[in-house]
Protein backbone atom coordinates (compact mmCIF):
# COMPACT_ATOMS: atom_id res chain seq x y z
CA UNK A 1 0.00 0.00 0.00
CA UNK A 2 1.19 3.60 -0.99
CA UNK A 3 1.65 7.62 1.36
CA UNK A 4 0.39 10.97 -0.22
CA UNK A 5 2.79 14.20 0.25
CA UNK A 6 0.53 17.26 0.08
CA UNK A 7 3.03 20.09 -0.31
CA UNK A 8 0.21 22.84 0.07
CA UNK A 9 2.00 21.31 -1.87
CA UNK A 10 0.91 15.60 0.22
CA UNK A 11 -0.08 8.36 -0.48
CA UNK A 12 0.25 3.53 2.41
CA UNK A 13 -0.10 5.11 0.10
CA UNK A 14 1.30 7.92 2.01
CA UNK A 15 -0.12 11.06 0.46
CA UNK A 16 2.34 14.52 1.03
CA UNK A 17 0.92 18.37 1.53
CA UNK A 18 2.46 21.32 0.30
CA UNK A 19 0.62 24.49 1.17
CA UNK A 20 2.03 27.82 -0.14
CA UNK A 21 1.14 30.91 1.37
CA UNK A 22 -0.12 32.57 -1.24
CA UNK A 23 -21.15 17.89 -0.82
CA UNK A 24 -21.40 17.44 2.56
CA UNK A 25 -22.96 13.76 3.42
CA UNK A 26 -23.74 13.57 6.71
CA UNK A 27 -25.33 9.54 7.71
CA UNK A 28 -26.53 9.29 10.95
CA UNK A 29 -27.11 5.59 12.11
CA UNK A 30 -26.71 3.51 15.75
CA UNK A 31 -23.59 2.29 16.79
CA UNK A 32 -22.25 0.42 18.89
CA UNK A 33 -19.16 1.16 21.44
CA UNK A 34 -16.23 -0.69 20.40
CA UNK A 35 -14.51 -2.94 23.60
CA UNK A 36 -10.98 -2.64 22.04
CA UNK A 37 -8.42 0.04 23.39
CA UNK A 38 -7.01 2.35 21.12
CA UNK A 39 -2.62 1.49 21.41
CA UNK A 40 -2.32 5.43 22.64
CA UNK A 41 -3.90 4.80 25.38
CA UNK A 42 -0.67 2.88 26.40
CA UNK A 43 1.90 5.44 25.13
CA UNK A 44 5.31 2.72 25.36
CA UNK A 45 3.52 0.24 24.04
CA UNK A 46 2.48 2.42 21.14
CA UNK A 47 5.71 3.55 20.84
CA UNK A 48 7.16 -0.10 20.11
CA UNK A 49 4.09 -0.82 18.50
CA UNK A 50 5.32 1.91 15.99
CA UNK A 51 9.09 0.48 15.85
CA UNK A 52 7.62 -2.93 14.83
CA UNK A 53 5.44 -1.38 12.25
CA UNK A 54 8.88 0.52 10.90
CA UNK A 55 10.88 -2.17 10.21
CA UNK A 56 8.33 -4.36 8.55
CA UNK A 57 7.43 -1.70 6.13
CA UNK A 58 9.06 0.98 3.84
CA UNK A 59 7.33 3.94 5.12
CA UNK A 60 10.49 5.76 6.25
CA UNK A 61 12.09 4.80 2.34
CA UNK A 62 9.50 5.98 0.70
CA UNK A 63 9.74 9.42 2.92
CA UNK A 64 13.62 9.66 2.49
CA UNK A 65 13.34 8.69 -1.26
CA UNK A 66 10.88 11.91 -1.36
CA UNK A 67 12.97 13.83 0.18
CA UNK A 68 15.95 13.17 -1.76
CA UNK A 69 14.14 13.60 -4.80
CA UNK A 70 11.76 16.08 -4.23
CA UNK A 71 12.16 18.11 -1.17
CA UNK A 72 15.01 20.44 -2.37
CA UNK A 73 12.83 21.55 -5.14
CA UNK A 74 9.87 21.88 -2.73
CA UNK A 75 12.12 24.31 -0.41
CA UNK A 76 13.44 25.84 -3.16
CA UNK A 77 13.05 30.26 -2.40
CA UNK A 78 12.12 29.75 1.43
CA UNK A 79 15.31 31.25 2.65
CA UNK A 80 15.00 34.15 0.15
CA UNK A 81 18.45 36.03 0.88
CA UNK A 82 17.67 35.63 4.73
CA UNK A 83 20.59 34.60 6.85
CA UNK A 84 18.28 32.55 8.71
CA UNK A 85 15.23 30.21 7.96
CA UNK A 86 12.69 29.02 10.70
CA UNK A 87 11.49 25.94 10.90
CA UNK A 88 8.84 23.87 12.72
CA UNK A 89 8.45 20.17 13.21
CA UNK A 90 5.04 19.58 14.35
CA UNK A 91 4.73 15.81 16.01
CA UNK A 92 8.34 15.26 15.01
CA UNK A 93 8.37 12.44 16.95
CA UNK A 94 12.11 10.72 17.56
CA UNK A 95 13.45 13.12 15.01
CA UNK A 96 14.85 10.34 11.93
CA UNK A 97 12.56 11.97 9.44
CA UNK A 98 13.78 15.68 11.08
CA UNK A 99 17.22 15.48 10.56
CA UNK A 100 17.15 14.59 7.25
CA UNK A 101 15.20 17.14 6.53
CA UNK A 102 17.33 19.58 8.03
CA UNK A 103 20.12 18.10 6.05
CA UNK A 104 18.83 18.63 2.68
CA UNK A 105 17.77 22.13 3.73
CA UNK A 106 21.51 22.69 4.83
CA UNK A 107 22.25 21.09 1.67
CA UNK A 108 19.85 24.05 -0.74
CA UNK A 109 21.29 26.96 1.67
CA UNK A 110 24.84 26.23 2.75
CA UNK A 111 26.01 28.36 5.90
CA UNK A 112 22.59 29.98 6.78
CA UNK A 113 21.43 29.51 10.29
CA UNK A 114 18.28 27.07 11.17
CA UNK A 115 16.34 27.54 13.62
CA UNK A 116 14.57 23.64 14.48
CA UNK A 117 11.42 23.63 17.09
CA UNK A 118 10.02 20.76 17.48
CA UNK A 119 6.52 20.36 19.05
CA UNK A 120 6.13 16.94 20.75
CA UNK A 121 4.28 15.96 23.65
CA UNK A 122 5.94 12.55 24.43
CA UNK A 123 8.61 12.87 26.99
CA UNK A 124 10.08 9.66 25.45
CA UNK A 125 10.02 10.65 21.98
CA UNK A 126 12.25 14.08 23.19
CA UNK A 127 14.71 12.27 24.71
CA UNK A 128 15.07 9.78 22.06
CA UNK A 129 15.07 13.30 19.89
CA UNK A 130 17.76 14.82 21.83
CA UNK A 131 20.27 11.36 21.71
CA UNK A 132 19.74 11.54 17.62
CA UNK A 133 20.78 15.37 17.47
CA UNK A 134 24.23 14.30 19.88
CA UNK A 135 25.30 11.40 17.72
CA UNK A 136 24.75 13.55 14.54
CA UNK A 137 27.58 15.52 12.83
CA UNK A 138 27.21 18.50 10.58
CA UNK A 139 24.58 20.22 12.87
CA UNK A 140 26.94 23.07 13.99
CA UNK A 141 24.39 26.16 12.40
CA UNK A 142 21.12 24.61 13.58
CA UNK A 143 19.37 25.81 16.77
CA UNK A 144 17.13 23.13 18.28
CA UNK A 145 14.09 23.98 20.60
CA UNK A 146 11.51 21.16 22.03
CA UNK A 147 8.63 22.17 22.97
CA UNK A 148 6.69 19.47 25.29
CA UNK A 149 3.28 20.32 23.99
CA UNK A 150 0.62 19.15 21.69
CA UNK A 151 -0.27 20.98 18.34
CA UNK A 152 -3.58 22.41 20.08
CA UNK A 153 -1.35 23.21 23.04
CA UNK A 154 0.85 25.20 21.02
CA UNK A 155 -1.74 27.21 19.14
CA UNK A 156 -3.40 27.95 22.86
CA UNK A 157 -0.15 29.32 23.88
CA UNK A 158 0.72 31.27 21.17
CA UNK A 159 -2.63 32.98 21.25
CA UNK A 160 -2.22 33.92 25.06
CA UNK A 161 1.06 35.44 24.52
CA UNK A 162 -0.35 37.68 21.89
CA UNK A 163 3.37 36.85 19.46
CA UNK A 164 2.88 35.08 16.35
CA UNK A 165 6.48 34.36 15.01
CA UNK A 166 6.44 32.98 11.59
CA UNK A 167 8.23 30.31 10.03
CA UNK A 168 9.46 29.56 6.40
CA UNK A 169 8.79 25.76 6.65
CA UNK A 170 6.62 23.85 8.89
CA UNK A 171 6.07 20.34 8.63
CA UNK A 172 3.35 17.64 9.54
CA UNK A 173 4.45 14.34 9.22
CA UNK A 174 1.98 11.32 10.30
CA UNK A 175 0.58 13.51 13.20
CA UNK A 176 -3.43 15.41 11.86
CA UNK A 177 -4.92 12.00 13.09
CA UNK A 178 -4.05 13.04 16.78
CA UNK A 179 -6.17 16.30 16.50
CA UNK A 180 -9.61 17.14 17.49
CA UNK A 181 -10.26 19.71 14.54
CA UNK A 182 -8.08 18.70 11.52
CA UNK A 183 -9.36 21.65 9.71
CA UNK A 184 -8.62 24.46 12.63
CA UNK A 185 -5.17 22.89 13.04
CA UNK A 186 -4.04 23.03 9.36
CA UNK A 187 -5.85 26.54 9.04
CA UNK A 188 -3.71 27.85 11.93
CA UNK A 189 -0.49 26.44 11.01
CA UNK A 190 -0.94 27.42 7.61
CA UNK A 191 -1.66 31.30 9.58
CA UNK A 192 2.04 31.08 10.59
CA UNK A 193 3.93 30.79 7.62
CA UNK A 194 5.87 33.76 6.16
CA UNK A 195 5.60 34.85 2.51
CA UNK A 196 6.66 32.36 -0.06
CA UNK A 197 7.11 29.70 3.10
CA UNK A 198 5.49 25.97 2.61
CA UNK A 199 3.46 23.50 5.00
CA UNK A 200 4.74 20.07 4.30
CA UNK A 201 1.63 17.50 5.33
CA UNK A 202 2.08 14.16 5.24
CA UNK A 203 -0.88 11.20 6.01
CA UNK A 204 -1.95 8.62 4.78
CA UNK A 205 -3.31 8.20 1.11
CA UNK A 206 -7.10 7.82 0.13
CA UNK A 207 -6.55 5.48 -1.90
CA UNK A 208 -4.47 3.22 0.36
CA UNK A 209 -5.30 -0.07 2.33
CA UNK A 210 -5.25 1.80 5.55
CA UNK A 211 -7.83 4.05 4.00
CA UNK A 212 -9.66 1.25 2.95
CA UNK A 213 -9.69 -0.61 5.79
CA UNK A 214 -10.97 2.39 7.96
CA UNK A 215 -13.74 3.48 5.64
CA UNK A 216 -15.06 -0.55 5.97
CA UNK A 217 -14.38 -1.53 9.63
CA UNK A 218 -14.23 2.05 11.18
CA UNK A 219 -17.12 1.78 13.18
CA UNK A 220 -16.13 -1.24 15.26
CA UNK A 221 -12.29 0.46 15.69
CA UNK A 222 -11.91 2.27 18.73
CA UNK A 223 -13.57 5.58 18.97
CA UNK A 224 -12.43 8.42 21.63
CA UNK A 225 -10.35 11.56 21.10
CA UNK A 226 -6.87 10.19 20.68
CA UNK A 227 -7.39 9.20 17.05
CA UNK A 228 -9.38 9.93 14.11
CA UNK A 229 -9.45 8.01 10.91
CA UNK A 230 -8.90 10.35 8.17
CA UNK A 231 -6.94 10.28 4.92
CA UNK A 232 -5.46 12.43 1.93
CA UNK A 233 -8.82 12.91 0.44
CA UNK A 234 -9.91 14.32 3.87
CA UNK A 235 -7.22 16.91 4.02
CA UNK A 236 -7.62 18.20 0.66
CA UNK A 237 -11.55 18.87 1.04
CA UNK A 238 -10.07 21.42 3.71
CA UNK A 239 -7.73 22.90 1.66
CA UNK A 240 -10.28 22.84 -0.96
CA UNK A 241 -12.91 24.65 1.42
CA UNK A 242 -10.10 27.44 2.66
CA UNK A 243 -9.24 27.88 -0.87
CA UNK A 244 -5.52 27.06 -0.11
CA UNK A 245 -3.02 25.86 -3.44
CA UNK A 246 -1.36 22.79 -2.90
CA UNK A 247 0.32 20.36 -4.70
CA UNK A 248 -0.18 16.49 -4.19
CA UNK A 249 2.28 13.55 -4.66
CA UNK A 250 1.20 9.79 -3.90
CA UNK A 251 4.67 7.80 -2.93
CA UNK A 252 3.89 3.95 -3.21
CA UNK A 253 4.66 1.84 0.34
CA UNK A 254 4.40 -1.49 1.50
CA UNK A 255 4.29 -3.65 4.97
CA UNK A 256 4.84 -7.18 5.42
Known sequence: NPFPAHCCNTPTRWHWLFLKESLNIVVCEATMTSS???????????????????????????MLEFIEKMLPGIISGICAGKSAINILSVGGGAGEIDLQILAKVQEKYPGVIIHNDVIEPSTEQ????????????????????????TAL????????????????????????????????????????LEPGAKLLIIVVSGTSG???????YGLHLPLNDLCLYISSVDVEEVLDAAGLKYQSYDLPSNMD
Do not use: P
Not at 48 to 56: A, C, P, Q, T, Y
Not at 210 to 216: G, P, S
Open 210 to 216: WARLWKK
Open 153 to 192: EYESRTKTSGYTRKWGFIHMIQMLYYVKDVSATICFFHSL
Open 36 to 62: MRSLLSDHSRYVESFRLFLENSTEHQC
Open 126 to 149: ITNYKERVAKTSNLENIKFTWHKE
